[in-house]
């Protein structure tokens, strides 16, 4: 006969994967994906047993970090356009989804590398990110305070490379200063110019020549099968996992 569960032990079952998802966003951000899951345990002040319960393998659980990151942002996004005006609630949320991702890269690049996920609960989280910053960038344009033309894909883009340049600094305030420099490019009164191509002295970049989606870097066009349009795997993953985001 099967014993009830009491809610007692339901509400320790919260606590204890909360936990379990607390300290494997620190030890992935810290450790990268090797993290075994024995550290991850150890850090949640609960046996291995406890995290496998939860999560019946370490994708599961890489799924669930990622989906509650997603989670938080939404949340900070709808606090944000609950208690500010738009264009400030827009930019604060864009800082804080830079400041809380820029240690995810390493989520990102599983979930990019994996041509299974996204899974139900990412892709529902996916969702509501999408939802509330589309929400927020569009109240912001009609207050004026973001230039029209741009659309969440610009936006996710942005800050995608804001996190990025933000986790290759290690001052962090300068970091800071040059990702408000960005983000301030979506603001009306910011001034766009062309698209340079940079040569070398040996003119080895010309224009017209068939450049990488990611990182602009000249591609060896073939003369049969599809188009290239990303110079290899590394920036071939930077752009599905922009795709997955937004």
Same mark, same amino acid.
């Given at each position: 006969?099967?014993?009830?569960?009491?809610?007692?032990?339901?509400?320790? *079952?919260?606590?204890? &994967?909360?936990?379990?998802?607390? +300290?494997?966003? %620190? /030890?992935?951000?810290?450790?990268? !994906? $090797? =993290?075994?899951?024995?550290?991850?345990?150890?850090?949640?002040?609960?046996?291995?047993?406890?995290?496998?319960?939860?999560?019946?393998?370490?994708?599961?659980?890489?799924?669930?970090?990622?989906?509650?990151?997603?989670?938080?942002?939404? *949340?900070?996004?709808? &606090?944000?356009?609950?208690?500010? +005006?738009?264009? %400030? /609630?827009?930019?604060?949320?864009? !800082? $804080? =989804?830079?400041?809380?991702?820029?240690?995810?890269?390493?989520?990102?690049?599983?979930?990019?590398?994996?041509?299974?996920?996204?899974?139900?609960?990412?892709?529902?989280?996916?969702?509501?990110?999408?939802?509330?910053?589309?929400?927020?960038?569009?109240?912001?344009?009609?207050?004026?305070?973001?230039?029209?033309?741009?659309?969440?894909?610009?936006?996710?883009?942005?800050?995608?490379?804001?996190?990025?340049?933000?986790?290759?600094?290690?001052?962090?305030?300068?970091?800071?200063?040059?990702?408000?420099?960005?983000?301030?490019?979506?603001?009306?009164?910011?001034?766009?110019?062309?698209?340079?191509?940079?040569?070398?002295?040996?003119?080895?970049?010309?224009?017209?020549?068939?450049?990488?989606?990611?990182?602009?870097?000249?591609?060896?066009?073939?003369?049969?099968?599809?188009?290239?349009?990303?110079?290899?795997?590394?920036?071939?993953?930077?752009?599905?996992?922009?795709?997955?985001?937004?």
């Amino acid at each position: 006969m099967t014993a009830a569960i009491s809610g007692g032990d339901r509400a320790d *079952a919260r606590r204890n &994967r909360a936990k379990v998802l607390t +300290a494997a966003g %620190e /030890a992935l951000a810290e450790h990268g !994906l $090797d =993290v075994p899951l024995g550290e991850i345990a150890r850090r949640a002040g609960v046996g291995a047993g406890t995290v496998y319960r939860h999560f019946p393998s370490k994708q599961a659980l890489l799924e669930a970090v990622f989906a509650q990151h997603l989670n938080d942002l939404v *949340a900070s996004g709808e &606090r944000r356009m609950a208690q500010l +005006a738009p264009t %400030e /609630a827009f930019f604060g949320f864009l !800082l $804080d =989804v830079v400041r809380k991702s820029h240690r995810r890269g390493h989520l990102c690049d599983v979930v990019a590398a994996d041509a299974s996920w996204p899974r139900p609960m990412l892709t529902a989280s996916v969702l509501r990110f999408r939802q509330v910053l589309t929400a927020l960038l569009q109240a912001a344009q009609r207050a004026g305070g973001v230039r029209d033309g741009i659309d969440p894909d610009d936006v996710v883009s942005l800050t995608v490379g804001c996190a990025s340049m933000l986790a290759a600094r290690r001052n962090q305030a300068a970091g800071f200063r040059l990702v408000q420099l960005s983000l301030d490019s979506l603001r009306p009164a910011a001034t766009v110019t062309e698209r340079q191509i940079f040569r070398d002295g040996h003119g080895a970049h010309r224009e017209g020549v068939a450049r990488c989606e990611e990182c602009g870097a000249a591609l060896t066009v073939q003369p049969t099968g599809r188009p290239v349009r990303y110079c290899g795997a590394t920036c071939r993953q930077r752009a599905h996992r922009r795709r997955l985001v937004g």
